[in-house]
T-cell receptor, first 112, second 116 residues
């Protein structure tokens, strides 16, 4: 099956930069996604990496190293509204390609 | 707003009962996924439907069942409820039999189920 490991929580202050790491073990690999979930809310898509390297979307960037089975989400110029849980996820394989396997989530707390 | 709707938003019921959760996907999306989120298990995939057909099954209990109707809305039926079934249930949708090129799934607001 697929398993993903990420830290349970990180804290940072407004304006800072934080990196949330994710390591995965998968049988077949089709890319790494990141989702954000505010308390009580729905997960929302942030980014997707199919190939090695850095993808940048505004203040958020995501990195992937397939050889290391590792990726990270980088959040810059942190704002209070970035306090949320962040999940890395990978799709299944074969007939279950559409489903997503999620990590346990990293709770980010941004302090003023 | 993702365009995915779920009803009801909250549901409180007793052990042994049966409930039905409803989901309407984004317009044009053929795939519907159901996920369960609890504190101890995280976000767990339950089942996927594509254009009315079951496509993939995850850790879904035998007491749970789902279907997707011709208008593409989906229902998740939970029966013989137990205290441990209390969780947030999310529905998500995507355009194809697998997620789009960037694996994006659009999640509904969820149904919070409390079993007393």
């Amino acid at each position: 099956g697929q398993s993903l490991e990420q830290p349970s929580e990180v804290t940072a202050v407004e304006g800072a930069i934080v990196q949330i790491n994710c390591t995965y073990q998968t049988s077949g690999f089709y890319g790494l996604s990141w989702y954000q979930q505010h308390d009580g809310g729905a997960p929302t898509f942030l980014s997707y990496n199919a190939l090695d390297g850095l993808e940048e979307t505004g203040r958020f960037s995501s990195f992937l190293s397939r050889s290391d089975s590792y990726g990270y989400l980088l959040l810059q110029e942190l704002q209070m509204k970035d306090s949320a849980s962040y999940f890395c996820a990978v799709p299944g394989r074969g007939s279950t390609l559409g489903r997503l396997y999620f990590g346990r989530g990293t709770q980010l707390t941004v302090w003023p | 707003d993702s365009g995915v709707t779920q009803t009801p938003k909250h549901l409180i019921t007793a052990t042994g009962q049966r409930v039905t959760l409803r989901c309407s996907p984004r317009s044009g999306d053929l795939s519907v996924y159901w996920y369960q989120q609890s504190l101890d298990q995280g976000l767990q995939f339950l089942i996927q439907y594509y254009n009315g057909e079951e496509r993939a099954k995850g850790n879904i209990l035998e007491r749970f069942s789902a279907q997707q109707f011709p208008d593409l809305h989906s229902e998740l039926n939970l029966s013989s409820l137990e205290l441990g079934d209390s969780a947030l249930y999310f529905c998500a949708s995507s355009s194809g039999g697998r997620s789009s090129v960037n694996n994006e799934q659009f999640f509904g607001p969820g149904t919070r189920l409390t079993v007393l």
